[in-house]
C-alpha cells in the first residue's frame, strides 16, 4: 500500500472548532460539559483492515480511487493515525430520549476528524463512529460492533443513492479489537468484532444540541449555535436577527417534513427518533435499530426496546417529527419570544406533511394532479390503499413495482400480484373483492391520465424503488463478514447505488423476506445495543 499524505490533500477550514469555545479539560473522562465540544483523540486500533470504501463519497471529499485505497486513508479513517494540523473533537448535546429528557449525551463515540473544504462540495465534516471513548461517553465504552457498523456503512448509502438526505459513510474498517457487548440485554455477553465507520456530512449538529444550553440557561450559546448554523447551512436566510431565526426555524420544519415524506415513500423506519438522532439540516442521521418495511404495516417498528410502547413506529414518524420540533421551538424560543409564529410553524407542518404525502402518494400510484388540492375520489383511493395494503400481508416495495405494470384485463390482475403477498391462505375471496374493488378505482383514475402507459410506468419506476436494503439481507451480508466474507457487503453496495434501475442481474436482491427471517434477531428485532 502506498502513503499517499492524505494531509496535504484536505483543505482544513476548522468552522466549528474556530467559532465555539472548546471545553477547557483536555483529559478524557466522563463529565458534563458546558462548552459545545471537547478536543478528544481516537484510540489507536490492533489492526486495522478496510472492508469497504464508498467511491461516489470520496469523490465527494476529492479523493480519488488510489488515495482511498491507500494505507494512510487506512490508518486515518480506522482513527490509527491523526495528522498534525487535525484537530478531532466529540460534540456536546442532549436530547429527549423515547419522549423523556436525558440531559446531556453528546457524541459518546463519535469523534470528529476534521472540518475540511471539498474541492466540488463545499464544507464536509469527516466523522469516526466507534473509535473509542469521549467525555460523552458516560457509562459505555465508545465503540461500535461491526453488525452495527455493516448497517450504518450500506444503509447511508443505500439512503443517499435514492435520493434522500442522509449523512454519507465513507469507510468501514475493522478495527483488529474486540468488543463486548449482550446484544439483546438479557445476559449473554459475547465479545464481538469491533470496526470503525467514516461518516461525511456538512453538519452533525442535532435538535439536542440547541436543547441541552437551553435546559441549562445557556442563552448565549443557544443564540451562538443557532447563528453558527444559519451562516453555516442556511446562508440565504441573510444576517441573524428575529425574523432570521423564525425562517431558519420554518426551513427545518419543512426539511424535516420533506425526509419524512422520502421515508414515508420507500417504507425506512428510523427506529430511534429521539430529538438527539435529528439533523438540524433535515438529513437522516444514526443509523441504528432502523428497519425497511416488508409487509406493509404501519404498526411496525424494527427495535425491541421500543417493542411495547411502538413509539417510533413507521406509521408515527411524521407525528413524531413534530413532537421533536415541538422541543426545538422551546429551545430556541429565548431567541425569538413569540410563541405565535412558532405554534404557526408547527401547525403548518401538519398540513405540510398530508400535502407533501398525498403528492408523493399519486407519484407512487402514477396519478397526474391537476390541481393543488385532491378530488375526493383520489384522496379516498390513496388512503384506502393503506387499509388494503394491512389487510393481508404484502410486500410493499414488489407491489408498487407490479402495480406500476399492472396488466389491462382485469382476470390478470391476481396472478400479476400474487408475488407480493408472504401468505397465499391469506388471499381470501373476501379479500379479492377488496383489492378488486380498489384496482378498478385505480385504473379508473390512472385511465384519466395524460401520458402514455410507457411514460407511467416510468414515472412510477423514478420513485418506487426495486432495492431497498431489506433487513434480512443486511443480515445476511453481517453473518458473512462476521466469517471474513465481505464479499456481500460489495454486492449490496453495487445493487444499492441503483436502487431504481432494473438491474435484473441482482433478482435475488430484490425477494420478499424469506420465511426463516420473519422472527430472526437482526431480521426482524434489533436492539439498540451496537
Ligand atoms: P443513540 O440513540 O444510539 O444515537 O445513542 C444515544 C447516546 O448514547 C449518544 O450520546 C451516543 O453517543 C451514546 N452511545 C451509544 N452507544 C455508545 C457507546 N458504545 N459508547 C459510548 N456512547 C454511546
Ligand atoms: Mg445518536
Not at 471539498?118 to 467525555?135: I, R
Not at 459505555?140 to 448509502?157: P, Q, Y
Not at 404525502?357 to 379516498?380: D, F, R, V, Y
Request: proline share 4%; aromatic share 12%; charged share 20%.
Amino acid at each position: 500500500m502506498k502513503n499517499i499524505l492524505l494531509k496535504l490533500i484536505f483543505t482544513y477550514d476548522n468552522q466549528f472548532i474556530s467559532t465555539f469555545e472548546s471545553d477547557e479539560v483536555i483529559d478524557n473522562y466522563p463529565r458534563q460539559v458546558a462548552s459545545a465540544y471537547s478536543f478528544v483523540n481516537p484510540k489507536k486500533t490492533a489492526a486495522p483492515m478496510l472492508l469497504a470504501y464508498s467511491k461516489s463519497a470520496a469523490q465527494q471529499i476529492g479523493l480519488t480511487e488510489e488515495q482511498a485505497l491507500s494505507d494512510d486513508f487506512l490508518q486515518l479513517f480506522s482513527g490509527n493515525n491523526v495528522p498534525t494540523g487535525m484537530q478531532p473533537f466529540a460534540m456536546c448535546y442532549g436530547g429527549h430520549q423515547f419522549g423523556h429528557w436525558a440531559g446531556q449525551l453528546g457524541d459518546g463515540r463519535a469523534i470528529n476528524l476534521a472540518e475540511i473544504q471539498t474541492p466540488s462540495d463545499g464544507h464536509k465534516v469527516l466523522q469516526l463512529k466507534g473509535a473509542g471513548p469521549t467525555p460523552y461517553s458516560r457509562t459505555a465504552d465508545g465503540f461500535a460492533v461491526l453488525r452495527s457498523s455493516v448497517r450504518e456503512f450500506l444503509c447511508s448509502e443505500a439512503m443517499y443513492h435514492l435520493g434522500i438526505a442522509t449523512t454519507r459513510a465513507l469507510s468501514i474498517s475493522l478495527t483488529g479489537d474486540k468488543v463486548v457487548r449482550d446484544m439483546f440485554y438479557d445476559g449473554n455477553s459475547q465479545a464481538e468484532f469491533g470496526a470503525v465507520v467514516c461518516r461525511v456530512s456538512s453538519s452533525f449538529i442535532r435538535f439536542g444540541s440547541f436543547q441541552l444550553p437551553a435546559s441549562r440557561k445557556d442563552t448565549d450559546l443557544v443564540k451562538q449555535l443557532v447563528d453558527y448554523s444559519i451562516h453555516r447551512d442556511f446562508p440565504h436566510l441573510g444576517e441573524p436577527c428575529k425574523a432570521a431565526y423564525l425562517k431558519w426555524f420554518e426551513e427545518i420544519c419543512q426539511r424535516t417534513c420533506q425526509l419524512i415524506v422520502d421515508w414515508m415513500r420507500v417504507g425506512f423506519v428510523h427506529g430511534v427518533m429521539n430529538t438527539d438522532n435529528m439533523s438540524i439540516i433535515g438529513e437522516t442521521i444514526d443509523y441504528g435499530p432502523y428497519g425497511w418495511i416488508d409487509d406493509f404495516d404501519l404498526n411496525w417498528t424494527p427495535n425491541t426496546t421500543d417493542a411495547q410502547g411502538k413509539r417510533y413506529r413507521f406509521g408515527a414518524q411524521a407525528e413524531i417529527a413534530q413532537w421533536n420540533l415541538f422541543q426545538l421551538a422551546n429551545a430556541i424560543f429565548s431567541l425569538i419570544e413569540d410563541a405565535e409564529p412558532l405554534q404557526t410553524a408547527l401547525n403548518n407542518f401538519a398540513k405540510n406533511y398530508h400535502q407533501m404525502w398525498q403528492k408523493m402518494m399519486a407519484s407512487k400510484l402514477g396519478i397526474e394532479l391537476t390541481s393543488e388540492l385532491l378530488t375526493e375520489e383520489q384522496l379516498n383511493l390513496f388512503v384506502s390503499l393503506e387499509d388494503i395494503l394491512m389487510l393481508v400481508e404484502t410486500d410493499m416495495t414488489i407491489f408498487y413495482r407490479l402495480l406500476a405494470t399492472l396488466p389491462d384485463q382485469n382476470s390478470k390482475w391476481l396472478t400479476h400480484l400474487m408475488p407480493c403477498f408472504y401468505n397465499e391462505q391469506q388471499i381470501t375471496d373476501d379479500y379479492q373483492i377488496n383489492l378488486n374493488t380498489w384496482l378498478i378505482n385505480y385504473v379508473a383514475l390512472r385511465n384519466q391520465n395524460t401520458s402514455s402507459r410507457v411514460e407511467i410506468i416510468a414515472s412510477m419506476n423514478l420513485v418506487n424503488p426495486k432495492f431497498i436494503l431489506r433487513n434480512y439481507l443486511a443480515q445476511q451480508a453481517i453473518e458473512l463478514a462476521e466469517q471474513g466474507d465481505y464479499s456481500m457487503i460489495a454486492d449490496l453496495q453495487k445493487v444499492l447505488e441503483k436502487p431504481y434501475d432494473e438491474q435484473t442481474e441482482f433478482e435475488h436482491f430484490a425477494q420478499k423476506r424469506p420465511e426463516w427471517a420473519r422472527n430472526k434477531a437482526g431480521c426482524s428485532m434489533l436492539s439498540c445495543s451496537s
